[in-house]
């Protein structure tokens, strides 16, 4: 009995990027863990940003709408979020197990460690897809259509830090195509606003993905792994300015697009100070710690957008 809080310490230490007093690695039994932290289900940032692109685009469709966002939609996409988020990562580590043990960050990780056989990993990530498979076949065929479309994305997107500096953008078309799944889901159909919102995710998730990235630099240039924040270098800052003004940019278009009234502008304001908080504390040198604590900083900062988008919609249906 003994033994079970020591294991348990040990895994917690061997991964930096995890939040230790998660309730999912406080409760859940040693040989779990490492499926635990295989599917991030200790590190909740990665679902939040994976389903506030899909909150976003419900209650854009819901000001266009009149009627406000779709609570049961919402509800979907928050299990399908977890679900994909973790079969996402699932697969990612699948692919990357050989680069992530030349990482110190990530050599600490299920199965570069030997925590877990490739075998069992893939077992795991069939019954996660399985789970979003449930919640994608509960919507409408158009909306099914579009989310099957994204999962061709996702597949690819572990390759590209090996040929590409820009994986960063291959990670904002799968992360953001929630941007199309609200919209989709609630008109069966693909409007302008859609895709200015999806586009403004992917300019957002490129932007945060950079800070993440800065985590690794060093290691990853002994790697051999690609990514903006080396691309970018010295000028990471004015780099992720940029993304995250064109992520500014798109969202006052689909907003104009869709109706909105004075409350979503209001909200992307103060989604937009949050961003430049952010920027603030960009640098190339940034220490790792401060990296992650920006990098998941933007669950607040989606929230504010989404609450924005959501009263607005409210308002427009008289609630």
């Known amino acids: ?30 040989a779990l863990l490492p499926f635990v932290q295989l599917a991030r289900f200790d590190r909740p940032i990665g679902w939040w940003l994976l389903l506030l692109p899909c909150w976003w685009s419900d209650a854009l469709a819901g000001i266009a709408s009149r009627r406000g966002p779709d609570l049961g939609h919402d509800l979907l996409f928050l299990v399908g979020a977890v679900a994909m988020r973790g079969a996402g990562s699932t697969w990612n580590d699948l692919v990357d197990r050989d680069l992530d043990a030349k990482v110190e960050r990530t050599r600490g990780r299920p199965l570069p460690s030997g925590r877990i056989t490739p075998r069992a990993a893939k077992l795991f990530l069939i019954g996660q897809a399985m789970v979003g498979a449930v919640v994608l076949f509960s919507l409408n065929w158009f909306a ?7 999962l061709l994305i996702v597949a690819v997107y572990p390759f590209m830090k090996r040929i590409t500096s820009w994986p960063q953008a291959v990670l904002g078309l799968a992360f953001a195509s929630g941007g199309l799944m609200g919209w989709a889901a609630t008109f069966g159909r693909l409007d302008t606003p859609a895709w200015l919102i999806y586009l403004a ?23 051999g792994i690609r990514s903006t924040a080396r691309l970018f270098g010295g000028r990471v800052r004015d780099a992720v300015g940029l993304l995250y003004l064109g992520c500014i940019v798109s969202a006052v278009a689909a907003i104009f697009l869709a109706g909105g009234g004075p409350v979503a502008p209001i909200g992307l304001c103060a989604f937009a100070l949050h961003l430049v ?24 900062a989606g929230l504010i957008l989404f609450a924005g988008l959501a009263i607005d919609g409210l308002l427009r249906a008289g609630v």
Do not use: C
Not at 10 to 21: G, H, V, W
Not at 210 to 217: E, F, G, K, P
Not at 283 to 299: E, H, K, T, V, Y
């Open 201 to 223: 995710a992917i300019f957002w998730t490129m932007g945060y993905d950079t800070i993440y990235a800065l985590q690794d630099s060093r290691d990853d240039a002994i790697a």
């Open 144 to 150: 099914i259509a579009t989310g099957l479309a994204s």
């Open 1 to 30: 009995m003994s033994g079970a809080p020591e294991s348990r310490d040990a895994t917690k230490a061997a991964l930096p990027d995890s939040a230790p007093a998660h309730f999912s690695l406080r409760f859940s039994p040693p």
């Open 277 to 300: 908080w952010q920027l603030r504390r960009v640098a190339p040198g940034i220490a790792p710690a401060q990296a992650l604590r920006l990098f998941r900083s933007n669950r607040d």
